[in-house]
């Protein structure tokens, strides 16, 4: 697989359009991060460590729904394997003018595009979430 984390939001993105409640990835340390960031903005129930059907270590994600309908409307990979995208704090993009949230890859940690203003820091733009 070559690209861990865009994998993770395509099964994410999968198991809201099939309505499921909790869908099942291969854990990372990066999945985890990104996961930490969802969570603290409110975009995912919660996440817990599992093993899946061989035994290898898993991330059992918890998806969130209100009033039936998904709460992510849309995730769009950012910086992909072959095209890395940078950006200093000056230019990491607000989507959906704040509402939504862009996942920083940054010397400091995986953390919100608020979050990366705040601590004055730019790097990878990973994602974005609406």
Do not use: W
């Not at 990372?28 to 996440?47: F, N, Q, T, W």
């Amino acid at each position: 697989m070559n690209d861990p984390i865009g994998d993770m939001l395509t099964r994410i993105r999968n198991s809201q359009m099939r309505g499921k409640s909790t869908v099942l990835t291969p854990a990372s340390k990066m999945r985890v991060r990104v996961l930490d960031v969802l969570a603290s903005e409110g975009c995912i129930r919660g996440y817990e460590m599992t093993q899946d059907a061989n035994g290898h270590p898993a991330i059992e994600i918890s998806l969130k729904y209100y009033e039936g309908t998904p709460v992510i409307r849309e995730m769009k990979r950012v910086s992909k394997p072959g095209r890395r995208v940078y950006l200093g704090v000056d230019d990491i993009p607000q989507v959906r003018q704040g509402l939504g949230v862009s996942i920083v890859s940054t010397s400091k940690g995986v953390m919100s595009d608020a979050a990366a203003r705040a601590a004055n820091v730019g790097g990878e733009v990973l994602c974005t979430v609406f």
